[in-house]
Structures are given as structure tokens and as C-alpha cells.
């Protein structure tokens, strides 16, 4: 799909259909309010007679509207216009998207970008129509043997905005907006890849390609070069599989020399079968989800490198299998982490930790500035939070803050959970320097409290992305949270946000 910024009246737009507004009871925005004054009234007739009332999540198709240049207007409810802010704005414009594409128009102009939001700018309203128009477009049909019918596939979005000043800044915001909806479909496609397809080879594979793509570098760490750095946790995890682990590095480089990079950690276990503690039948087919981590740090590294932000970015991503077998872990056995500390294995479910903290450790060589972890980590996560909030923990309140500021501002939410050292004597070992569990209670934060112990070199954060990388039920598949969330903080850091 091609996407354009326009300026100009809806009555002189060209092209196949018209997007406007309407407000909850029957008001028209004032885009709509010039449509209707150029049609003698076509719109507000419709309005009174009640086919159109302006309520949240309706939409009404009209044809041929006398002294229009376009083949179509379609009308979208907006809810009571006190009520308008950042989720109601980005819903009228899902719905408008996926009503347009249900039409036979292959083009359309969206004047829902005009209507003020609540301290929201034109910067915010012009990306989140782009990320949004991408995301209700997104399909994952490369396994299906018949394509969902296209007919006429919408080819060509534009977002109207009144003031030609504003062009430039509109236009950032669309190109920003667009590298993000990329990256949000890269690790939505990588997430709803099957795991006999997406091993751990594969993602070092997609990995290489985007650092060629973008001209950066990737380092793919293999089995004996993990044994030699001593990632006895990582490489646990991975005994029970035919399928090869990796340590996946890609550093891109936009900040100036020398400066300390930023580092994404993202869990990439490419199937959780639970290993020797193995999981349930019962949905397990959804632990192919379990690499959403790796996913989500992929897609925020592609956005940066198609924005060209200007900073120091550094992806680590372990990835395995965690399956059971002859040579698996068992519950018991104790392996020494690439940090010296040993861990008793009492269930080899929680794997996630297990590779993580290998990872975390090799972070140091990069001396980060800050280092934060995406990971599909627990259940407990889910019955904490649901599926809206991502679980955030940080050992810096600032750090914190700042990212829950981004997941509001990129509607990408986190909540904020305790790392109190109250919570550390979950994980005593009688064993070992500690456990890889801490019990059913707390289950999250105890999980936050294993990797905490790997991180006390940098500033650091984790998100627990358990409830929110991926849809159960019908519209089963990944999200592609939260790369909006880190997209969005980074772009903050690179001083780059509108
Ligand atoms: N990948 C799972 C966490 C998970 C479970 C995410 C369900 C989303 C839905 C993780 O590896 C895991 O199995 N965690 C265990 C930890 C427990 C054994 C301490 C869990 O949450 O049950
Ligand atoms: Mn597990
Ligand atoms: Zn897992």
C-alpha cells in the first residue's frame, strides 16, 4: 500500500472515496462540515434523518454524492466529541481502514488526521494512522492454499491535514510511522511463523537479512562458541532439542562513535514445550509464541535502521528449543551460568530466565547506557495483568518511568511491578546460589528477581510481554507488541519525536 500526505478540501478530492467524521449526537467535524456545505447539505440530511447518528464504531458508504469529485464518501461514527481522545481517535480510524477495504475503492483520503485529539499532535495522529492503517490490513496467509479474497485491494491511503505548513512534519511523522507498522509486521510474521519453520537457525537467518538489508552487523554465535564463554544456563536449555541453538548480535550503528548503545534483549525460544516439566496438551500449540521476545527486538531494530535514528543500538537474542528428550535438563540438575552463580533447575519450564541470564551477562561487554529484556516470561504475568498492560520491572525508577510514559503515548501500554528484595528469598536454593523457581505466588515478580541478579552491572528494565505478544480464540496470532512501545521511546531518546 502506498501512503501520502494531502492538503486541500474533501469537496475537490479526486480519487475513489472520501473519509469524514461524524460526532455523537449527529454533529459533523469540520471537514465534514466543508463537504456538507459543498453538497448542498447531502451530509447533514443524512444525518438528521438518522442513518448516521455519529456513534463510535459505525460507519455509512455513499455513492456519487452530488457535486463531489469522488466516486465515494464514507461517513465514520466518532463518539460523543467530549469523549474523543488517543483509544477512541485510533479506533474511528481501524474502523474507517477496515470499512475502506471492504469497498471495491482502491484509494482513499482520510480526513480523520484534521480532528483535534487531546493533547495528542499532528505528528502523533499522522504516525498512529499509518501504524494502525498497516496493522487492520496485516494477513499471514503463506500457508494457506487459497488467499482471503482481495478483489480490490485498497493501493493507496492519504492522510489530510489543513495547514500546508505542516507538510514537512506530517511527512517525518508518516515515514516514522510506517518504518514502525514495518516492524510491528516483521515480528507479527515471525511470531505466527510454526515452530517446525522458525527454529532457532531460521531467526538467525531472518536476523542476518535484516543487518544486509541495512547494512550492519550481525554475529551469530553457535553452540562451541557459547561453551567456550561458559553459557552452561543458555546452552541447558537447548539439550533436549535436535535443533541448534544461538546467540544472535546485530549492532547497529547510527549514534556517534564511541557512544554507549542502547541493548535490546529479546527471548527467542522457539517452541516451549515445558521440556521434562512439560506443559500440558491443552493450547500448547500457542508456545510457538514464545520467541515473540526475539520478534518484538527484531522489529524494533528494523524500525530504527529505516528511520535512521541517530543513536547506538545493540539487538541479543538467545534462542533454542526447549523440548524433552534423553539428553534434556532435569528437574534438579544444577548448571553455572556464564556470571559464575550456579542455578538449581527445578523446573525446566521456566527456561526463559535460563537463557535470558546468559544473555544479560554478555551484555556487559557493550557497556550499555541501559539495557532492556522482552520476554514472553510467565504465566503469571497473564492472571496478574490480563492481556492490555505488558508487565514492566526496572532497577531504575527513571528508566521505568520513561518507558511507561512511551507505552501510553504509543497506546503500547505497560504497568509498573515491584522488584523489592523482600521478593528475592523466593529463589533460595538449598543447592545451588539459587533456584530457577520461586512458587506459584508472585510468579512474575520472582521470575523479574532471577534476572535482576544478572543485570546489576547497568541500568536495566524487563518487560514481561507474556499477556500481550499474542490474541488466543478466533483471532489467534501474534500482536507485534511492544514494538510501538520501544519505537517510541527510542524515538524519544533520538530527540526525533514530533
Ligand atoms: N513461556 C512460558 C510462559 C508463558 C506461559 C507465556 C503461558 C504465556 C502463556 C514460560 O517459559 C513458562 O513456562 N513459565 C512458567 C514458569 C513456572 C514454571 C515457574 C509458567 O509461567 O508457568
Ligand atoms: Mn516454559
Ligand atoms: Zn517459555
Redesign the pocket.
Known amino acids: 500500500m502506498e501512503f501520502s500526505i494531502k492538503t486541500g478540501n474533501p469537496e475537490k478530492q479526486r480519487g475513489a472515496c472520501v473519509v469524514v467524521g461524524v460526532f455523537e449526537p449527529r454533529k459533523l467535524t469540520a471537514s465534514a462540515g466543508l463537504l456538507d456545505n459543498a453538497t448542498n447539505h447531502y451530509l447533514s440530511e443524512i444525518v438528521r434523518r438518522g442513518d448516521m447518528g455519529g456513534k463510535a464504531g459505525t460507519t455509512l458508504l455513499l455513492h456519487d454524492v452530488p457535486s463531489t469529485q469522488c466516486g465515494r464518501v464514507l461517513m465514520v461514527g466518532l463518539g460523543k466529541e467530549k469523549e474523543f481522545s488517543e483509544k477512541e481517535y485510533c479506533a474511528a480510524i481501524r474502523s474507517a481502514v477496515k470499512a475502506l477495504s471492504e469497498t471495491g475503492a482502491t484509494d482513499g483520503t482520510l480526513f480523520l488526521t484534521e480532528i483535534p485529539v487531546r493533547k495528542c499532535s499532528l505528528a502523533w495522529r499522522v504516525r498512529q494512522a499509518a501504524i494502525i492503517a498497516k496493522e487492520t490490513t496485516y494477513r499471514f496467509e503463506q500457508f494457506k492454499s487459497k488467499k482471503s479474497d482481495a478483489r480490490r485491494p485498497l493501493r493507496k491511503l492519504s492522510f489530510a491535514i489543513d495547514r500546508r505548513t505542516e507538510m514537512a512534519l506530517a511527512e517525518e511523522a508518516l515515514a516514522q510511522g510506517l518504518a514502525i507498522a514495518e516492524g510491528v509486521a516483521l515480528a507479527r510474521d515471525l511470531g505466527n511463523l510454526p515452530g517446525n519453520v522458525c527454529t532457532p537457525t531460521y531467526l538467525a537467518e531472518a536476523a542476518q537479512r535484516i543487518a544486509s538489508d541495512y547494512a550492519f552487523d550481525c554475529q551469530v554465535l553457535e553452540r562451541g562458541d557459547m561453551e567456550a564463554l561458559g553459557m552452561h544456563s543458555l546452552l541447558s536449555v537447548a539439550k533436549g532439542s535436535h535443533q541448534p541453538p544461538k546467540l544472535i548480535v546485530l549492532q547497529y550503528k547510527g549514534g556517534k562513535e564511541g557512544e554507549k548503545p542502547l541493548v535490546l534483549v529479546g527471548k527467542g ?1 522457539t517452541f ?1 514445550s ?1 521440556g521434562i516439566s512439560l506443559k500440558p496438551g491443552p493450547e500448547m500449540d500457542e ?1 510457538k509464541f ?1 520467541m515473540c521476545g526475539a520478534a518484538s527486538v527484531l522489529g524494533t531494530l528494523k524500525a530504527v535502521a529505516q528511520m535512521q535514528l541517530p543513536i547506538n543500538l545493540t539487538v541479543i537474542v538467545p534462542t533454542s528449543e526447549n523440548m524433552p528428550g534423553g539428553a534434556a535438563s532435569k528437574p534438579g540438575d544444577i548448571v553455572t551460568s556464564m556470571s559464575g552463580q550456579t542455578i538449581e533447575i527445578l ?1 525446566t ?4 530466565r535460563l537463557v535470558l541470564c546468559d544473555a544479560l551477562t554478555y551484555a556487559e561487554r557493550f557497556e550499555p547506557e541501559t539495557v532492556i529484556d522482552v520476554a ?5 504475568c ?1 492472571i496478574a495483568l490480563g492481556h492490555v498492560a505488558t508487565g514492566l520491572f526496572a532497577n531504575d525508577d527513571s528508566l521505568a518511568h520513561e518507558l511507561l510514559r512511551a507505552g501510553d503515548e504509543a497506546h503500547d501500554r505497560a504497568w509498573h511491578m515491584p522488584l523489592w528484595d523482600d521478593y528475592q528469598d523466593l529463589l533460595k536454593s538449598n543447592f545451588a546460589d539459587m533456584a530457577n ?1 520461586g512458587g506459584r505466588a508472585g ?1 512474575s515478580i520472582s521470575a523479574a528477581c532471577f534476572l535482576s541478579r544478572f543485570t546489576k552491572k547497568f541500568e536495566w528494565a524487563h518487560l514481561d510481554i ?1 499477556g500481550t505478544a499474542w490474541k488466543s480464540g478466533a483471532e489467534k496470532g501474534a500482536t507485534g507488541r511492544p514494538v510501538p512501545l520501544l519505537a517510541h521511546y527510542l524515538l524519544k531518546r533520538a530527540g526525533k519525536l514530533n
Open positions: 525460544i516451549d515445558g508456545m514464545d523446573n519450564d521456566a527456561e526463559g514472553t516470561l510467565t504465566g503469571a497473564v523457581i510468579g507474556a
